[in-house]
């Protein structure tokens, strides 16, 4: 079982950056990250992953502003946010695949308003 706790969130202005992190409870190592994000009213979305050699992906609309990472050693993932607008105001989640387990974390809330 890897528990996964995120940080970082809280209000910032639109234009400005974040940096969320999500720290596993176990090593994370062999595994697939992401990120998510659910606005109020919408479904969850991936914004983000990055697979154990460091291949990324993200989604069309953060593609340029954010940036994903690992740590593998200190069991952290990050996503970095910049150039950030009203309507990536969210809760971010994050999510480690192993071959059998998923696991999630409970999110930290992003909102981006003036």
């Known amino acids: 079982q890897v528990q996964l706790v995120e940080s970082g969130g809280g209000l910032v202005q639109p234009g400005g950056s974040l940096r969320l992190s999500c720290v596993a409870s176990?090593?994370?190592?062999?595994?697939?990250m992401g990120w998510y994000r659910q606005a109020p009213g919408n479904e969850r979305e991936s914004v983000a992953s990055i697979t154990n050699s460091g291949a990324t992906n993200y989604a069309n609309s953060v593609k340029g502003r954010f940036t994903i990472s690992r740590d593998n050693a200190k069991n952290t993932v990050y996503l970095q946010m910049n150039s950030l607008k009203p309507e990536d105001t969210a809760v971010y989640s994050c999510?480690?695949?192993?071959?059998?387990?998923?696991?999630w974390g409970k999110g930290t809330l992003v909102t981006v308003s003036s």
């Open positions: 176990g090593s994370i190592s062999g595994s697939r």
């Open positions: 999510n480690a695949q192993f071959l059998i387990e998923i696991y």
